[in-house]
């Protein structure tokens, strides 16, 4: 028994909730072996005693017979606080940790493929028609697509005074990406912890401003940057994306069970690419019929918006104008996502 056979062991232990273990998300903190005893130190943040509970129960399950009994193991774990919860200096319950934004609601999937970004870009450009002061910023550091959705691609952004990264503007709304740092073919290859200290970055060394609302994109599934994410600012909500097929439901099923183990409330379901419809009205359910529907009925939350499959999205995103800009009683799709933004429990600051 050695050190490296406990963390090796440890590698095993999931945190609740996500697709990664507790060594690599940097929870363990010190392994120690005294007098024959195993003696683990770990540091978590968490407002459900569930997450601490269960993540004991499954470090004894693989340490144990490692270490010859439960008698053998010694854990210690520090819970704390999230960012923004009571009791945490500058924390206020409910409340955004990142000075002059309002509210933090963040769009996430379970997958990659059912049009997350652009649910994210269309989801921002309502809420700022509706007359609010919006931000969105683009945490899928392996696959940006905000700069080029904005048509922002060539921007580059600058600094303040106070070295904080000055967001680019375009329709309205303050963007931070990482397609503001790289070009079009320029890969990110980053391990997880220096990808954790860029999405740390992206939420706090932003000159965000006042805002009524940070739309966060993240990055589609359960791994670090989403737990970097919600250990760094006060989450007020989650937009979850899905198509109506089943395949996509799982993992959306995935993504709200992650929330759920971090206290973010569902603030409701996108049902994405619900349906083709043709010149003469017929309506083609190439992903099935209903399935988002289904889900946000199952789960008590509300069905935000069903937005069609249509070209014209395609085509105002590769021309950095989304398509949420179009008149909504002109455009079914734009009229879908101005809903969407209707039913967030947002409220409008004073300019």
């Avoid at 129960?57 to 606080?81: S, T």
């Avoid at 996430?108 to 609010?132: I, R």
């Avoid at 691609?153 to 600094?159: E, G, I, K, L, R």
Wanted: aromatic fraction near 4%; proline fraction near 7%; charge should be negative.
């Amino acid at each position: 028994m050695t050190e490296e056979s406990i963390r090796s062991a440890l590698a095993g232990v999931k945190y609740p909730g996500f697709s990664r273990d507790i060594v690599s998300f940097g929870l363990v903190k010190k392994v120690a072996i005294e007098d024959g005893t195993v003696a683990i130190s770990l540091q978590i943040q968490t407002r459900d005693p569930k997450v601490p509970e269960t993540i004991s129960r499954d470090c004894h399950e693989v340490l144990d017979p490692l270490a010859g009994g439960p008698d053998k193991v010694r854990l210690d774990i520090d819970i704390q606080d999230p960012p923004g919860a009571p009791n945490t200096p500058g924390g206020v319950a409910g409340k955004s940790s990142i000075p002059g934004v309002k509210k933090i609601i963040a769009v996430a999937s379970g997958k990659g493929g059912v049009g997350k970004s652009t649910v994210a870009a269309n989801l921002a450009v309502a809420l700022a028609q509706d007359g609010l002061r919006v931000g969105l910023c683009d945490c899928d550091l392996y696959g940006p697509s905000i700069a080029h959705m904005f048509g922002a691609s060539d921007h580059q952004p600058t600094a303040d005074a106070a070295e904080n990264i000055i967001p680019i503007e375009a329709h309205g709304i303050k963007l931070m990406s990482m397609g503001f740092l790289l070009g079009d073919s320029s890969p990110v290859i980053v391990r997880g912890p220096l990808a954790n200290r860029y999405t740390q970055q992206f939420l706090r060394q932003v000159a965000w401003g006042d805002l009524d609302v940070l739309v966060l994109d993240l990055p589609p599934g359960t791994g670090d940057i989403q737990l970097t994410i919600v250990q760094t600012v006060a989450l007020d909500g989650a937009v979850i994306v899905t198509t109506p097929q089943e395949v996509a439901l799982i993992d959306a099923r995935k993504a709200i069970t992650m929330f759920a183990k971090v206290n973010v409330p569902i603030t409701g379901i996108i049902e994405n690419m619900s349906w083709f419809e043709c010149e003469h009205g017929t309506r083609y359910h190439l992903f099935g019929d209903g399935g988002g529907r289904q889900e946000a009925e199952r789960l008590h939350v509300p069905l935000l918006a069903q937005v069609p499959l249509d070209p014209e999205t395609r085509v105002r995103a590769d021309e950095g104008a989304p398509v949420a800009l179009l008149d909504p009683g002109k455009s079914a799709i734009s009229a879908a996502f101005r809903q969407a933004a209707s039913r967030l429990p947002l409220e409008a600051g004073v300019h």
